[in-house]
């Protein structure tokens, strides 16, 4: 059984079920960035995602059979996992891996999965919940332009059919360091997304990269940043560690 899933995922969602909702990045410019490079950026039709939930499902009934087989119960072990993925394969391991931490997240892929239309996005979520009454959180990555052009209300409808987090790569609050690594995105635009996402119960991370600035523009992308931080004040602020790629822009 197969169901379809994206390169990456933040940090923090690594015990998390990876439901892929859209393929690659609708951006794909910034100049720090290779993950994405040379692909081109779809949305998944509807009944294709909802299929890969009913998959996904299945797996999770097989990976339950075998841990009964073993004399387990319903409780997943190591032997466990091991035995889901020599049988099946990578898809019955991930799975089995997600169970064994209580099969309580779903991270909803790739990086900008709030371009869908509203009503695509709940029927989703909705249908992840009903499928896995243990999920407890139900998260995603989201572009802080595309989250700037949600309403107030849209956030309402995502958080009550169970959208719990949004993470978003801010990398600076200044408008002069996200303009130079070609973001896409303005200090303004993230502080109108974090008050509408906060504002609606929904949680926000930021991610920011400390030196992203360089030298000329330290001074700039350090206040900007506390800023933008300070205005729209989000739950979590994470670090991630700039690396200049080879084959990025920001290595020219």
């Not at 709940?122 to 992840?128: D, F, L, S, V």
């Not at 119960?201 to 992308?221: A, D, F, N, V």
Request: charged share 25%.
């Amino acid at each position: 059984m197969y169901f379809e899933q994206g390169p990456i995922r933040p940090p923090s969602e690594a015990t998390s079920l990876l439901i892929r909702v859209t393929r690659n990045c609708p951006w794909n410019k910034c100049a720090f960035c290779n993950t994405y490079k040379g692909k081109t950026f779809s949305r998944r039709p509807l009944a294709d995602v909802l299929r890969d939930v009913d998959t996904a499902r299945q797996v999770s009934d097989q990976v339950m059979q075998i841990a009964r087989s073993m004399g387990q119960g319903d409780r997943i072990t190591a032997d466990v996992i091991s035995a889901s993925g020599a049988k099946y394969g990578h898809w019955h391991y991930h799975v089995a891996s997600w169970l064994y931490y209580g099969g309580r997240s779903v991270f909803l892929q790739d990086a900008n999965s709030l371009i869908l239309k509203t009503s695509d996005l709940i029927r989703i979520i909705k249908y992840i919940r009903s499928a896995f009454p243990s999920v407890q959180r139900v998260t995603t990555y989201a572009r802080a332009d595309t989250a700037a052009r949600k309403s107030k209300e849209d956030f309402l409808l995502l958080r009550e059919a169970g959208l719990s987090r949004i993470h978003m790569g801010m990398e600076s609050g200044a408008d002069i360091v996200l303009k130079m690594v070609k973001k896409g995105i303005t200090a303004n635009q993230l502080v109108q997304a974090a008050q509408r996402i906060r504002e609606s119960g929904i949680s926000l991370c930021w991610y920011i990269m400390p030196g992203l600035g360089g030298k000329e523009y330290t001074r700039e992308h350090a206040l900007g940043t506390a800023e933008v931080i300070n205005a729209g004040n989000p739950d979590y602020v994470r670090f991630r560690t700039l690396s200049v790629l080879k084959g990025t822009p920001l290595d020219d």
